[in-house]
């Protein structure tokens, strides 16, 4: 069964960093693409980054010189580095899996989904 499985979320002061992780089991996701997600109160979930099969990355316009998406040393995880943050960063945060590798920012290209890591960024 696959699983993702978020971690590294929490409460931090406007400006400061976050490291966001998911690990994936059940499948081999080193062909995957990866995708994070955000979720705000009342608000659609939204794109924020992702990395294709290749190591190509995509962000957010919001996110973009802020966050950094990569694969971490065991290629079933991927890491969101969130520096800089803002109180608009504050959302439930999702990691999500594409079988067919690509680094898409529509959400229904994505087949895998977590349960999410809530991120409060405080003023």
């Known amino acids: 069964q696959v699983q993702l499985v978020e971690s590294g979320g929490g409460l931090v002061q406007a400006g400061g960093s976050l490291r966001l992780s998911c690990a994936a089991s059940?499948?081999?996701?080193?062909?995957?693409?990866m995708g994070w997600f955000r979720q705000a109160p009342g608000k659609e979930r939204e794109f924020v980054a992702a990395?294709?099969?290749?190591?190509?990355?995509y962000y957010a316009d919001s996110v973009k010189g802020r966050f950094t998406i990569s694969r971490g040393n065991a290629r079933n995880t991927v890491v969101l580095q969130m520096n800089s943050l803002k109180p608009e960063d504050t959302a439930v945060y999702y990691c999500?899996?594409?079988?067919?590798?690509?680094?898409?920012?529509?959400?229904?290209?994505?087949?895998?989904w977590g349960q999410g890591t809530q991120v409060t960024v405080s003023s």
């Open positions: 999500s899996a594409d079988r067919e590798g690509g680094g898409s920012s529509w959400s229904r290209e994505y087949d895998y």
């Open positions: 059940g499948r081999t996701f080193s062909t995957y693409g």
């Open positions: 990395i294709n099969w290749s190591g190509g990355t």
